[in-house]
């Protein structure tokens, strides 16, 4: 794979910059300053976009524009621009029904309720693309407010507890995405599948 496509999904603004719903934003941030590029607006794009070489594989970042539910217009716009396969294009997205730090990889599935992956299956007419999820743990419940009650949570802003949960999870990502080239996929899916932020 000469070329690797990440697409965080996020909301842009400072208002949404340390919200749950922002991992994907925030794990390519990380993964970009690592590497020491900058994130530029591209509007054909409908993102912004990054980009660096990693043992002459390009990677390029993405962090849609377009708020989470319209994702897919962006991904639609990167995918059809590039004229990419889409096993090029690994989603990065946040999860409230998975464990806080818990990551899962899959090649393929439904939104599971995400908005902004149900988007990208809309304008993408599929359901076949890689996907990163990363668990923010579920809402505090709440039985009469249920609905406001995920909002606030997804929405509301990454605690410093979980701060310290979720760079470690950031970085046993990056890590794994550096590695797309030289390291059998099957093996990244099981290692970042199996991933126990507790024992690191």
Same mark, same amino acid.
């Given at each position: 794979?000469?070329? #690797?496509?990440?697409?965080?999904?996020?909301?842009?603004?400072?208002?949404?910059?340390?919200?749950? *719903?922002?991992?994907?934003?925030? =794990?390519?941030?990380?993964?970009?300053?690592? *590497?020491?590029?900058?994130? =530029?607006?591209?509007?054909?794009?409908?993102?912004?976009?990054? %980009?660096?070489? #990693?043992?002459?594989?390009? &990677?390029? =970042?993405?962090?849609?524009?377009?708020?989470?539910?319209?994702?897919?217009?962006?991904?639609?716009?990167?995918? %059809?621009?590039?004229?990419?396969?889409?096993?090029?294009?690994?989603?990065i997205v946040d999860d409230k029904d998975l464990p806080l730090g818990k990551i899962r990889f899959r090649?393929?599935?439904? @939104?599971?309720?995400?908005?902004?992956?149900?988007?990208i299956i809309e304008r993408l007419q599929t359901q076949n693309f890689n996907r990163i999820r990363i668990?923010?743990?579920?809402?505090?419940?709440?039985?009469?407010?249920?609905?406001?009650?995920?909002?606030? *949570?997804?929405?509301?802003? #990454?605690?410093? %507890?979980?701060?310290?949960?979720?760079?470690?999870? &950031? +970085?046993?990502?990056?890590? @794994?995405?550096?590695?797309? +080239?030289?390291?059998?996929? %099957? &093996?990244? #899916?099981?290692?970042?599948?199996?991933?126990?932020?507790?024992?690191?």
């Amino acid at each position: 794979m000469d070329e #690797i496509y990440l697409i965080g999904l996020g909301n842009p603004g400072k208002k949404y910059s340390k919200s749950r *719903h922002n991992i994907g934003f925030l =794990l390519l941030k990380n993964f970009s300053k690592k *590497h020491n590029t900058d994130f =530029l607006l591209k509007d054909k794009l409908k993102s912004y976009c990054s %980009e660096f070489k #990693i043992d002459g594989s390009k &990677y390029r =970042l993405f962090l849609p524009n377009t708020f989470m539910n319209n994702s897919g217009d962006a991904v639609r716009a990167i995918v %059809e621009w590039y004229k990419i396969n889409l096993d090029q294009i690994f989603i990065i997205v946040d999860d409230k029904d998975l464990p806080l730090g818990k990551i899962r990889f899959r090649k393929k599935g439904s @939104s599971g309720g995400h908005n902004g992956l149900k988007s990208i299956i809309e304008r993408l007419q599929t359901q076949n693309f890689n996907r990163i999820r990363i668990g923010i743990g579920s809402p505090p419940s709440i039985r009469e407010t249920k609905n406001l009650n995920t909002i606030s *949570h997804v929405l509301g802003n #990454i605690t410093l %507890e979980e701060k310290s949960i979720l760079d470690k999870v &950031y +970085n046993r990502v990056i890590e @794994s995405l550096e590695q797309l +080239n030289t390291t059998k996929e %099957e &093996y990244i #899916i099981n290692d970042l599948n199996s991933f126990d932020q507790k024992q690191t």
